[in-house]
């Protein structure tokens, strides 16, 4: 119904244009422009939009929350990270950086359009945006501000695990990484230190523990580090292609998370050996990983007339379950953009300072502490 009723505005606005068009006099016609034209246009149909009935809503609702599958992006939505103590949340426009014992802002920073953020090896926490970046130190309650980074949709974010005063941004048309400096002087756009070729990757990029890059290729997986050589590996027989590449706590191993919900653990050597695996109780939307922790962010199939099953999901390197929590249901709308309002606070972070994890958008916030199996915070 809805597919018909946009062919029919589509059909009214084209007889809209004819009209229009027709009744201008020949000279007024050609001093027309076609943006004054399409203005005239939307007008005509927006007027000629009524309210969906309450019917043709609720079908939609039902369609958007009992038929469509969620699945994870292609890039996770870097919106939430830990630092020392602290935590980076992505607004609208700007960041907050709250302390993490009760969530209480310490500064606050705007940087326009948040692009993504990130954590250094120092406990330091960045931001990029459409109008510059920010950082905050360890110690720090004043952010400092930096020049425009250059950040396209699946780019990724990464702190270098080497070097607390420089960060990588992955561009995945170019597949390349580009090494920046913090600056220490003012400027309009922010210089490249270095570029490092990746060539061959197709997805689910990494960082390893050695601050080695991973990431899937059309034959497997590739490892390179930024000043190293590269290193090709075939995937296992019966290991389908991840969607997500985490970290383990060996430098030589990762985990290989599937969109079916398993998660295999490999090992970055002669056959890519698999050391061990589990199967996850629902659908991975997010996944992510600290030195003795794999967190998840699960979606399930909703009963009939309920909204879908969010849940928080800590385990161990063998799958056994350290924290479980459910997440507030959020029913879809029948709006055009419900999947992006359904999505919006489901972001995913798990610290690497403290056994902390929070789930959270630029409406609502959420950290637990996995250990005690307590909430710490909501804001």
Same mark, same amino acid.
């Given at each position: 119904?809805?597919?018909?009723?946009?062919?029919?505005?589509?059909?009214?606005?084209?007889?809209?244009?004819?009209?229009?068009?027709?009744?201008?006099?020949?000279?007024?016609?050609?001093?027309?422009?076609?943006?004054?034209?399409?203005?005239?246009?939307?007008?005509?149909?927006?007027?000629?939009?009524?309210?969906?009935?309450?019917?043709?809503?609720?079908?939609?609702?039902?369609?958007?929350?009992?038929?469509?599958?969620?699945?994870?992006?292609?890039?996770?939505?870097?919106?939430?990270?830990?630092?020392?103590?602290?935590?980076?949340?992505?607004?609208?426009?700007?960041?907050?950086?709250?302390?993490?014992?009760?969530?209480?802002?310490?500064?606050?920073?705007?940087?326009?359009?948040?692009?993504?953020?990130?954590?250094?090896?120092?406990?330091?926490?960045?931001?990029?945006?459409?109008?510059?970046?920010?950082?905050?130190?360890?110690?720090?309650?004043?952010?400092?501000?930096?020049?425009?980074?250059?950040?396209?949709?699946?780019?990724?974010?990464?702190?270098?695990?080497?070097?607390?005063?420089?960060?990588?941004?992955?561009?995945?048309?170019?597949?390349?990484?580009?090494?920046?400096?913090?600056?220490?002087?003012?400027?309009?756009?922010?210089?490249?230190?270095?570029?490092?070729?990746?060539?061959?990757?197709?997805?689910?990029?990494?960082?390893?523990?050695?601050?080695?890059?991973?990431?899937?290729?059309?034959?497997?997986?590739?490892?390179?580090?930024?000043?190293?050589?590269?290193?090709?590996?075939?995937?296992?027989?019966?290991?389908?292609?991840?969607?997500?590449?985490?970290?383990?706590?060996?430098?030589?191993?990762?985990?290989?998370?599937?969109?079916?919900?398993?998660?295999?653990? /490999?090992?970055?050597?002669?056959?890519?050996? @698999?050391?061990? +695996?589990?199967? %996850? !109780? =629902? #659908?991975?939307?997010? *996944?992510?990983?600290?030195?003795?922790?794999?967190?998840?962010?699960?979606?399930?199939?909703?009963?009939?007339?309920?909204?879908?099953?969010?849940?928080? /999901?800590?385990?161990?390197?063998?799958?056994? @379950?350290?924290? +479980?929590?459910? %997440? !507030? =249901? #959020?029913?879809?709308? *029948?709006?055009?953009?419900?999947?992006?309002?359904?999505?919006?606070?489901?972001?995913?972070?798990?610290?690497?300072?403290?056994?902390?994890?929070?789930?959270?958008?630029?409406?609502?916030?959420?950290?637990?502490?996995?250990?005690?199996?307590?909430?710490?915070?909501?804001?």
């Amino acid at each position: 119904m809805r597919g018909t009723q946009t062919i029919g505005h589509a059909a009214f606005a084209g007889a809209c244009f004819c009209v229009l068009v027709g009744c201008l006099p020949e000279r007024k016609r050609r001093q027309s422009s076609h943006a004054e034209l399409a203005e005239r246009i939307a007008s005509v149909d927006a007027q000629a939009s009524p309210p969906l009935p309450p019917a043709v809503v609720e079908t939609l609702r039902s369609v958007h929350e009992q038929k469509l599958e969620i699945t994870p992006p292609a890039s996770p939505l870097q919106r939430l990270e830990f630092g020392s103590g602290r935590l980076l949340q992505a607004l609208k426009d700007n960041v907050v950086f709250r302390e993490t014992k009760q969530g209480n802002a310490v500064a606050e920073a705007n940087v326009g359009a948040v692009r993504a953020v990130a954590h250094g090896p120092d406990g330091s926490l960045f931001a990029l945006g459409s109008s510059g970046g920010t950082r905050l130190e360890p110690r720090s309650t004043a952010p400092k501000g930096f020049p425009h980074v250059a950040f396209f949709p699946g780019s990724l974010l990464f702190g270098d695990l080497e070097e607390p005063s420089h960060f990588y941004v992955y561009y995945a048309q170019e597949q390349q990484l580009a090494w920046y400096s913090f600056p220490t002087a003012a400027g309009s756009f922010l210089p490249i230190d270095a570029k490092f070729a990746v060539e061959g990757c197709v997805g689910a990029l990494g960082l390893l523990r050695d601050g080695a890059f991973v990431c899937r290729t059309a034959s497997g997986l590739l490892r390179k580090a930024p000043r190293g050589r590269r290193v090709d590996f075939k995937l296992p027989v019966g290991c389908a292609e991840p969607f997500r590449l985490l970290p383990a706590k060996r430098l030589d191993e990762l985990f290989s998370v599937l969109r079916s919900g398993e998660v295999v653990q /490999l090992r970055l050597g002669a056959g890519t050996p @698999v050391i061990g +695996r589990f199967q %996850l !109780p =629902a #659908t991975p939307f997010a *996944a992510a990983a600290n030195a003795e922790a794999l967190a998840f962010l699960t979606v399930g199939r909703p009963d009939p007339g309920q909204p879908r099953v969010w849940a928080l /999901l800590v385990t161990d390197f063998q799958g056994q @379950v350290r924290f +479980r929590a459910e %997440l !507030p =249901a #959020t029913a879809a709308s *029948a709006d055009e953009r419900w999947l992006q309002a359904l999505v919006e606070d489901k972001n995913l972070a798990i610290s690497e300072f403290e056994p902390l994890v929070a789930v959270g958008g630029p409406a609502h916030v959420a950290v637990w502490n996995y250990a005690e199996g307590r909430q710490v915070f909501a804001r």
